[in-house]
């Protein structure tokens, strides 16, 4: 049964092969730490260049997978380091990482992401090896009426989130849901918020969207610390730069929930690894934030968002290897690549194309192993960032942030937007608001309204179609038990001990 | 250069990458060309424009690699007004389009500009549109589907990737028709991308799915699916050779999804029978064939003055059928 | 002082809502096949927001000490330079403009000017060999560099 995978390693383990996946890992933690340059345009980048210099399609594919698991690996650096999230599925990874940092702790932080980001994709590549025929059925059973609940199901868990201001993570919230429903309306086609602009007809853009919320207002921030009058200039202290076992061995379960969830939400096609962050992210919070400590540099809120990215990418290949539909955009990229090379993955690639199916798994495994290789010692290197005087890190910031958009769009309007939006971060942050609820609204808000209205079309108009299922039923159940239980459950317990 | 004119008020709105504005300044003496893809990177524009590049540079048609920039933003709204408004008469440019580009010209979701307000150079390759069900739907063949359709309207979902009036609706609108039922009174769902319309279709959330022939390949050989019909001229080749047309199932409905290529409104009419010439010799070499297989296209050879005929007279024709059922007024 | 902030955010969210709803409700929707529409969500959103406001108004939260005048001068300095370096960036290229800009951001955040220019001079064309040559990302030259490369 698993001969696809022997064959798979055979294929994957020979010199070029394995030189290639190091070259991708360490290409794709590079794409991946540029904010705003993620998996999808390293692999839009070198694409063309694999195919133009004659690669077998089994060691393009471990190049193109290999930047893919590097980019969710180097991600994190700027998430922890500078504040800015460097792709989608690391905006929770600043939490609990940039708190981390800024007491000194950026080496363990560094590290400690390292190891759950292995540990993530590890278990999503053993699922995705043992049970990938078997999870493509369970994705499909996922129609707009599952999806929906499920977005309620995240939203219900995000009320965790809501910390000590409810009524501002509420608004942050309301805030990035409407950011998401400017543009083209996916359904009827009508223009919605885009004041005839034709730069606003596909909506605002995710990555001008964290850098201009992130970024942007991080720079301006860090010039209001820089010129604090009471000698804390905000620059955190280099402390010890490797992660001790016992922290590791503490985030165990940590590790293993998350990494379950985010392979879980990685295989329904549609949603990515910001949905797996966020979910996996607030299940932790629920079940281990004893002392409210999450938010102010809590290992275990570190490692819940990396184990879930991590995982969620390599679940993305569930339904892009069985079904041959892309999971994500940068399985759909992927998907090209496979074209180019005649081949079309489907249920018959295993056994038509083992090297290629088998080579690709084996080179996830390898890929992995790889990046924690060199993700561990350089943790110290990585977190002298931190030491970088201001004078020099500020101007790299804006540098980054404006390659970052103009690569995508092409068009300075997209960068006038970016400024606007930074404007908007900073005065949100001035006025105590959290920018996660912010950024979280906006990525379930639009999944949350399209498949609302798509299963609200199936049925003509009959709300029953939102519950019907199991699956559908089961999201409800659970989103209510997350609003009410924590409400209830100490009445229930309080007049329990009274009649006792 | 010339680009100084078109640099006043659009320019500050519009202005592309300083890389490609600056570079077409020099572009104009060095002979660098360059694609405009109007999306992000990896879509099917991403994909047009490279087969473009490939093909001339594979078939030594141009010497220097030909760049492909990105510029998304209303389904190429945004690279349309660019075009128009700023790089209007650049002889190395050209930018790529589909039928996706015609449809929306035809609901005038393009700006200030109509169709003939750019010089349309060709067509590379061309895919077909489908009509697919679940292979444990009921229905064997599009007649089947067709009577049902009439009957019970309500029963049958259609999904696809499209919004209302993008040419993924299209299909679904002119397939209804066929059967004599109103556009509005489908079932229709629009996802994200013909993916997760065919997700759907899978997990049998909806019944109908009205796809493109060449991302259905690996889901044919797999059997979880039937194509009832491809809308092509005539039938396929390959592993298509076994799926009917509509027009032989006595429906004329067909939808070939072009890839093609426009340039500026100003453009010399010796700059643009250049790239004609260059575009109808690449299509004719054995090599580029290889290439267009690879991307899952099929042949199709319309250039210049042809071309651009034909381009009008879809857009004409989308046009009228958007006012028939109340998309435009 | 503390409490005006968050009153006027309040008001001003409310603003906006109201600005959300009156657009949603001038879309014009040729049809629709699904019975909620386009516009009933950027209602519903516009009513949350609302009631969410006045709340806000009623119990206002805490904020962050806003910055001086001094300091509010620096900030737009900065703004001012990232929108000099948006306007500029496609005209002059990647290469001047970034100079400009690190110069400049450089200067504010405390450096001397011999610091600041060698800063700006080094990072604007490192990166753009980094980007161009070794990312493969095409940034704008300028016109004025092209026939030195």
């Known amino acids: 049964m698993f001969d696809f995978l022997i064959h798979g390693f055979d294929v994957a383990l020979s010199p070029l092969n394995i030189g290639l996946a190091v070259l991708g890992a360490l290409l794709g933690t590079l794409f991946g730490s540029l904010p705003g340059i993620g998996p999808i345009n390293g692999i839009a980048i070198l694409m063309p260049l694999a195919y133009t210099l004659g690669l077998p399609a089994e060691s393009a594919l471990i190049l193109l997978a290999a930047i893919y698991t590097g980019a969710e690996y180097g991600g994190r650096m700027s998430s922890i380091l500078l504040n800015v ?22 080496g363990p932080a ?49 009320s965790v989130m809501m910390g000590k201001d409810p009524i501002k993570t509420a608004i942050g919230a309301v805030l990035g849901v409407l950011i998401g429903t400017v543009g083209v309306d996916s359904s009827t086609g009508v223009l919605r918020y885009t004041f005839d602009l034709p730069e606003l007809y596909d909506g605002i853009d995710f990555v001008v969207m964290i850098i201009g919320l992130f970024a942007i207002s991080e720079i301006l921030l860090m010039l209001e610390h820089a010129n604090r009058k009471d000698g804390n200039d905000g620059l955190p202290p280099l402390g010890r730069v490797f992660v001790s076992l016992k922290e590791v061995v503490a985030c165990k379960w940590t590790m293993g929930r998350s990494g379950l969830i985010g392979f879980i939400i990685g295989i ?52 892009m290897l069985t079904l041959g539909i892309p999971g994500s955009g940068t399985t759909a990229v992927l998907l090209g690549a496979l074209m180019l090379y005649n081949i079309t993955p489907g249920p018959m690639m295993f056994s038509e194309r083992p090297e290629v199916a088998g080579g690709l798994i084996a080179s996830l495994y390898i890929g992995n192993i790889v990046l924690l290789a060199l993700n561990l010692p350089l943790a110290g290197v990585f977190a002298r960032v931190l030491t970088i005087p201001r ?29 606007i939006i930074g404007i908007f971060g900073y005065l949100l942050r001035k006025l105590g608001f959290s920018l996660a609820p912010v950024i979280l609204g906006y990525v379930l808000g639009g999944l949350m309204e399209q498949n609302l209205r798509r299963a609200l079309s199936i049925s003509g108009g009959d709300l029953g179609i939102l519950w019907q299922s199991g699956i559908s039923l089961g999201l409800w159940i659970a989103a209510f038990a997350l609003l009410v239980l924590p409400w209830l459950l100490p009445k229930l317990l309080q007049a329990k001990t009274r009649k006792a | 250069m010339k680009i100084n004119k078109g640099l006043s008020t659009y320019a500050s709105m519009l202005m592309l990458a300083g890389g490609i504005l600056a570079a077409s300044g020099v572009q104009a003496q060095s002979d660098a060309t360059e694609c405009i893809a109007p999306a992000k990177p990896g879509g099917g524009y991403d994909l047009t424009c490279r087969l473009a590049a490939n093909g001339l540079e594979k078939t030594g048609t141009i010497d220097k690699p030909m760049a492909v920039s990105y510029m998304p933003g209303g389904i190429g709204a945004v690279a349309y007004n660019h075009v128009n408004g700023v790089r209007d008469d650049d002889p190395n440019l050209i930018v790529a389009a589909s039928t996706g580009a015609a449809v929306n010209l035809a609901l005038g979701k393009f700006g200030e500009y109509d169709a003939d307000d750019v010089r349309w150079l060709g067509a590379l390759g061309v895919d077909y549109g489908a009509i697919v069900v679940n292979a444990d739907a009921p229905w064997q063949s599009l007649d089947e589907l067709m009577e049902d359709l009439k009957d019970n309207p309500g029963d049958i979902a259609f999904g696809a990737g499209g919004t209302v009036g993008s040419q993924d609706w299209m299909k679904a609108a002119l397939t209804a028709k066929a059967a004599d039922l109103s556009p509005r009174k489908l079932k229709y769902v629009s996802f994200e991308g013909g993916g997760e319309a065919l997700a759907a279709l899978l997990g049998n959330h909806i019944q109908v799915f009205t796809g493109d022939l060449s991302e259905l390949q690996s889901q044919l050989e797999s059997g979880k699916i039937r194509v009832l019909a491809s809308l092509s001229e005539e039938r396929m080749s390959g592993p298509y050779a076994d799926i009917p047309t509509a027009k032989e199932q006595g429906y004329d409905v067909q939808w070939p999804i072009w890839r093609g290529y426009y340039m500026g409104p100003n453009v010399s009419d010796e700059a643009y029978q250049k790239w004609v010439k260059r575009m109808k010799a690449l299509s004719e070499s054995q090599k580029f064939a290889e290439l267009r297989e690879d991307r899952g296209l ?32 | 002082m503390k409490l005006a902030a968050d009153r006027l955010l309040g008001i001003v969210l409310i603003g906006l809502a109201a600005f959300v709803a009156v657009q949603a409700m001038q879309l014009e929707v040729p049809f629709s096949y699904d019975p909620v529409g386009p516009r009933a969500f950027p209602l519903g959103l516009a009513i949350i927001l609302a009631v969410l406001s006045c709340v806000l108004i009623v119990k206002p939260g805490s904020n962050e000490t806003w910055p001086g005048r001094q300091l509010g001068m620096k900030l737009l300095l900065v703004l001012a330079t990232l929108l000099v370096y948006a306007l500029l960036f496609t005209k002059l290229g990647f290469i001047i403009t970034s100079l400009l800009a690190v110069t400049s951001l450089s200067r504010i955040f405390g450096a001397s000017w011999g610091k600041a220019l060698l800063t700006g001079g080094l990072m604007a064309v490192v990166s753009y060999f980094l980007f161009t040559h070794a990312l493969g990302i095409s940034l704008p030259s300028g016109y004025w560099v092209e026939p030195l490369l």
Request: no cysteine.
């Open chain 1, 268 to 319: 329904l096609p549609g949603t990515g690894a910001s949905v797996a962050g966020a979910v996996a992210y607030t299940t932790e919070k629920r079940l281990s934030d004893k002392d409210n400590s999450f938010g102010t540099g809590n290992m275990r809120g570190l490692a819940a968002p990396e184990a879930a990215n991590n995982a969620s990418a390599a679940g993305s290949f569930v339904p």
């Open chain 2, 298 to 329: 099929f042949p199709m050879s319309r250039f210049g003055n042809e071309f651009n005929d034909y381009v009008l007279e879809q857009v004409d024709q989308f046009e009228s059928l958007a006012k028939e059922v109340g998309l435009k007024q």
């Open chain 1, 391 to 419: 004078w020099v890190l500020v101007p790299g910031i804006a540098i980054l942030a404006f390659v970052g958009v103009f690569q995508l769009h092409s068009n300075l309007a997209a960068i006038y937007l970016m400024l």
């Open chain 1, 85 to 106: 999230p460097g792709d989608a599925g690391a905006v929770m990874t600043t939490l609990d990482g940039h708190p981390l940092a800024k007491k000194g702790l950026a």
């Open chain 1, 110 to 158: 560094l590290g400690l992401s390292a190891i759950s980001s292995f540990v993530g994709a590890t278990i999503a590549i053993i699922g995705l090896t043992l049970f990938a025929p078997l999870l493509a059925e369970v994705a499909v059973m996922f129609g707009p009426a599952e999806f929906f609940a499920l977005m309620v199901f995240a939203f219900a868990s995000m």
